[in-house]
């Protein structure tokens, strides 16, 4: 057992007044529970403000030994932003885990590059993975809120036409939403941990609101992240040999090719809503 003095993640005005920034925590908080679904599928479910507190990164850390280790201590605070104050998300109440089969954490990473990217061939096939291809176009919609044809950024709410055309294409009746009943077909042909980390991200965005953290800038955390787990899982096969300098290449040149469509993605939608234009769009441009 040990005590943690810490504070409570949400308390922003205690935040500013002992020098953490809201925004970092929030993106502390965005890395840590995304590295824990994209890379390690060992999942935290649980993460309400009650169960996250934040404290200064200690200087010191105890080895398994018992020896204290300044050296450790130092280095992880160093990746902290320069000019502001190191800090350290602590977890507690861990009774709530989840452990993701390595087919669903790589297909999770790879629905998120798909609805980052608004890549809809690749959406279609991972929804097909998860047994729910014929609602493919509700994933983009619960998880960044805007379709995978939408002409809108990143962090940028559905419109109502959007709206329409989705529930429309969908067979969704209903002005003002979907009809429920079909909403609920869709969420019991999820596997059972996908609902899982549905409410864990659900609570970081929560709490990312709270803190003022973008939800442009979560959902590029996100795709990162996912990129890098897709790798991860291209990297590590069990009992095979290390992958050769040359498959290294490839994966690291697929997390750069990410960047980039991100980053000209955002870019002709942001020009394109600037000129109040809509051609076919940049996303056709990216598939």
Same mark, same amino acid.
């Given at each position: 057992?040990?005590?943690? $003095? ?14 953490? @920034? ?5 993106n ?19 993460p =309400? ?10 200087? =010191?850390?105890r ?7 300044a050296?450790?201590?130092?280095? /992880? ?9 190191p ?6 109440? =861990?009774?709530? +885990?989840?452990?993701?089969? &390595? ?7 790879k ?28 994933? &983009?919609?619960?998880f960044?809120?805007r ?7 990143l962090?940028?709410?559905?419109s ?22 079909? #909403? ?5 042909s999820?596997?059972? @941990?996908? #609902?899982?980390?549905?409410r864990?991200?659900? %609570?970081?965005? *929560?709490?990312?609101?709270?803190l003022? +953290? ?7 955390? +996100? ?5 890098n ?6 990297? =590590?096969?069990? /009992? $095979? &040999? ?8 490839r994966?690291?040149?697929r997390w750069?090719?990410?960047?980039v469509?991100? %980053?000209?993605?955002? *870019?002709?939608?942001?020009f394109?809503? /600037?000129?109040?234009?809509?051609g076919?769009?940049?996303?056709a441009?990216?598939?």
């Amino acid at each position: 057992m040990e005590f943690i $003095d810490g504070i409570k993640v949400d308390d922003v005005p205690r935040l500013v007044e002992s020098g953490f @920034d809201p925004v970092d925590v929030a993106n502390a908080v965005t890395n840590a529970f995304g590295e824990m679904i994209f890379s390690h599928g060992f999942v935290h479910c649980d993460p =309400h403000p009650g169960n996250l507190l934040v404290r200064s990164m200690p200087t =010191h850390r105890r080895g398994h030994d018992g020896e204290e280790n300044a050296a450790e201590g130092q280095k /992880s605070a160093a990746v902290n932003a320069p000019g502001r104050r190191p800090l350290q998300i602590v977890l507690l109440d =861990h009774g709530l +885990y989840r452990e993701i089969e &390595p087919e669903l954490r790589l297909a999770y990473c790879k629905l998120w590059e798909a609805m980052v990217l608004q890549d809809k061939k690749m959406l279609a096939e991972v929804s097909v993975q998860m047994g729910v291809g014929d609602y493919a176009a509700l994933f &983009p919609i619960i998880f960044t809120s805007r379709s995978i044809t939408s002409s809108k950024r990143l962090g940028d709410k559905l419109s109502k036409e959007e709206r329409r055309s989705v529930a429309q294409d969908l067979g969704l009746r209903g002005e003002k939403g979907f009809d429920f009943r079909q #909403l609920l077909v869709f969420v019991e042909s999820l596997p059972r @941990d996908l #609902l899982f980390i549905i409410r864990t991200q659900n %609570l970081v965005r *929560a709490l990312c609101s709270d803190l003022g +953290y973008p939800a442009r800038r979560r959902f590029r955390t +996100y795709a990162r992240l996912a990129a890098n787990g897709t790798l991860l899982t291209l990297s =590590h096969s069990g /009992s $095979d &040999p290390p992958p050769s300098f040359g498959l290294r290449v490839r994966q690291w040149a697929r997390w750069f090719s990410l960047e980039v469509r991100m %980053l000209l993605l955002e *870019a002709g939608l942001w020009f394109a809503s /600037s000129l109040g234009t809509w051609g076919p769009g940049p996303a056709a441009v990216m598939k």
